[in-house]
C-alpha cells in the first residue's frame, strides 16, 4: 500500500516474474486516471492511462486495474525487466480539479 | 520534437537570493504546471496555468510566483529563495486539464 513519510514503499521482483503495484486513491468522483514511471535522474513517463467507465485497459505488458468500489487502482508488469526497475506513480484526476493529484509512489526494483 | 524543456538542470543557491527557473514545450498544449518532489513526498503542485493568460495557485505556492509569457513558455520565480525550497522541480504540460501531462526533465535546485 501507500504511505507517506521518508522512504518509499518498495516492491522487489525477480526478473521474469509479474509485477503487481497497487495504489489507493483519495476521491470517489475522480473520472480519470494515470500511472507514471520516473527513472533515476529524469521526469515521470505515461504508461497507461483508464477512464472511470472502464475496470480494466491493457498495453503493452502492462494492465491498469480499476476497483471504484474500494477506490483502488493497480498496474500489472508482466515478465518484469531490469528496465522496469523505476518508481511508478498513480494519478487521479478529481471532476472540475484543474490537475492532477498524485500518490507517493512505489519503487520497483528487479532482481536479477 | 523536445517536448517539455527546462531550464537549468541544476542550480545552487544562497538564502535570499532570486531566480527565475524556464519551462517551455513545443507540442502546443494550453495547460502547464509546475512541481516540486521531495523525498517521499510524492510530486506537489506549485502553479498552474489552465491556458494561455491564466494562471492559478497548487497545493504549495507560497515563496513562488508564475508568468505564463506565451502558450509555449511558463517561468517559475524564486523572489527570496529559502533552503525549505531545496528540492527538484518539474514542469508538465498537457492538451488541457483532463489530459495526461508531458514532464521535463527536471530541475534540481539547493539553497544552502
Not at chain 2, 537570493?17 to 506549485?46: E, F, K, V
Request: aromatic letters at 10%.
Amino acid at each position: 500500500g501507500e504511505s507517506v513519510g521518508l522512504h518509499l514503499p518498495t516492491l522487489s521482483v525477480q526478473e521474469g516474474d509479474n509485477s503487481i503495484i497497487n495504489c489507493a486513491y483519495s476521491n470517489s468522483a475522480s473520472d480519470y486516471f494515470i500511472w507514471y514511471k520516473q527513472e533515476s535522474g529524469k521526469g515521470p513517463q505515461f504508461i497507461i492511462d483508464i477512464r472511470s467507465n472502464m475496470d480494466k485497459r491493457q498495453g503493452q505488458r502492462v494492465t491498469v486495474l480499476l476497483n471504484k468500489t474500494v477506490k483502488h487502482l493497480s498496474l500489472q508488469i508482466a515478465a518484469t525487466q531490469p528496465g522496469d526497475s523505476a518508481v511508478y506513480f498513480c494519478a487521479e484526476n478529481i471532476p472540475y480539479g484543474q490537475n492532477f493529484v498524485f500518490g507517493p509512489g512505489t519503487r520497483l526494483s528487479v532482481l536479477p | 520534437n523536445a517536448g517539455v524543456t527546462q531550464t537549468p538542470k541544476f542550480q545552487v543557491l544562497k538564502t535570499g537570493q532570486s531566480m527565475t527557473l524556464q519551462c517551455a514545450q513545443d507540442m502546443n498544449h494550453n495547460s502547464m504546471y509546475w512541481y516540486r518532489q521531495d523525498p517521499g513526498m510524492g510530486l506537489r503542485l506549485i502553479y498552474y496555468s489552465a491556458s494561455e493568460g491564466t494562471t492559478d495557485k497548487g497545493e504549495v505556492p507560497n515563496g513562488y510566483n508564475v508568468s505564463r509569457l506565451n502558450k509555449r513558455e511558463f517561468s517559475l520565480r524564486l523572489e527570496s529563495a529559502a533552503p525549505s525550497q531545496t528540492s527538484v522541480y518539474f514542469c508538465a504540460s498537457s492538451v488541457d486539464d483532463n489530459y495526461g501531462y508531458t514532464f521535463g526533465s527536471g530541475t534540481r535546485l539547493t539553497v544552502v
